[in-house]
């Protein structure tokens, strides 16, 4: 079975940092791996998907790269702003068309 | 396309009683994804099915839990009878089979089971 994991499983950082997001899984055969964002109370919204033939997608101030040799993926957020504060998913595809999530990462920026 | 809608956005009701989840996935998309998500145990996927057949039913946690997909268009998620451990945000995604698609979420039920 995927095992998806994410650390740190909290982050604070003050407005103005880049900061990188990490998630790992144990099962390399994946078909793409996908990143959401979910606000309190809210559901959650697709921030990039990466194909698993691609290294990395890049949306505004967004990065996300995937490794899949290593099991690895990173998103990265450049210049973070209060707005960006969130809890941060991935979930990874495999070839069965069963997805996995990761526990998630709390966000907050620091104004 | 307005996106995967959910209904009710939240829903209140008495232990015992009868709910029923509602969705409606992205027009095309053939499959569709129920999940419940608390703060203790996270996302956790309860039943998906692909061309409206229930493929992986596991994750359901009880025979109190049932779910439906009579076409395309609508899939149904029933508690009967409710307890407050139900008590969950449920979500309803759907995706499409070519390899490119990821998930798409809908709003989610906020259940509370008093």
């Known amino acids: 079975k995927q095992e998806v994991t994410q650390i740190p499983a909290a982050l604070s950082v003050p407005e103005g940092e880049n900061l990188v997001l990490n998630c790992s899984f144990t099962?390399?055969?994946?078909?793409?791996l996908q990143w959401f964002r979910q606000d309190p109370g809210k559901g959650l919204t697709s921030l990039l998907l990466?194909?698993?033939?691609?290294r990395e997608q890049t949306s505004g101030r967004l990065n996300a790269s995937l490794d899949k040799s290593s099991g690895r993926s990173t998103l990265y957020i450049a210049a973070s702003q209060p707005g960006d504060s969130a809890t941060y998913l991935c979930?990874?595809?495999?070839?069965?068309?069963?997805?996995?999530f990761g526990t998630g990462t709390s966000l907050t920026v620091i104004p | 396309d307005a996106g995967v809608i959910q209904s009710p956005r939240h829903e209140v009701t008495e232990m015992g009683q009868e709910v029923t989840l509602r969705c409606k996935p992205i027009?095309?998309?053939?499959?569709l994804f129920w999940y419940r998500q608390t703060m203790m145990r996270g996302l956790e996927l309860l039943i998906y099915?692909?061309?409206?057949?229930?493929?992986?039913d596991s994750g359901m946690p009880e025979d109190r839990f049932s779910a439906k997909m009579p076409n395309a268009s609508f899939s149904t998620l029933k508690i009967q009878p409710s307890e407050p451990r139900d008590s969950a945000v449920y979500f309803c995604?759907?995706?499409?089979?070519?390899?490119?698609?990821?998930?798409?979420f809908g709003s989610g039920t906020r259940l509370t089971v008093v």
């Open positions: 995604a759907s995706s499409h089979n070519r390899v490119g698609y990821g998930y798409t």
């Open positions: 099962d390399s055969a994946i078909y793409n």
């Open positions: 990466i194909q698993s033939s691609q």
């Open positions: 979930a990874v595809r495999l070839t069965g068309n069963q997805f996995y």
């Open positions: 027009s095309g998309h053939d499959y």
């Open positions: 099915f692909n061309n409206n057949v229930p493929i992986d």
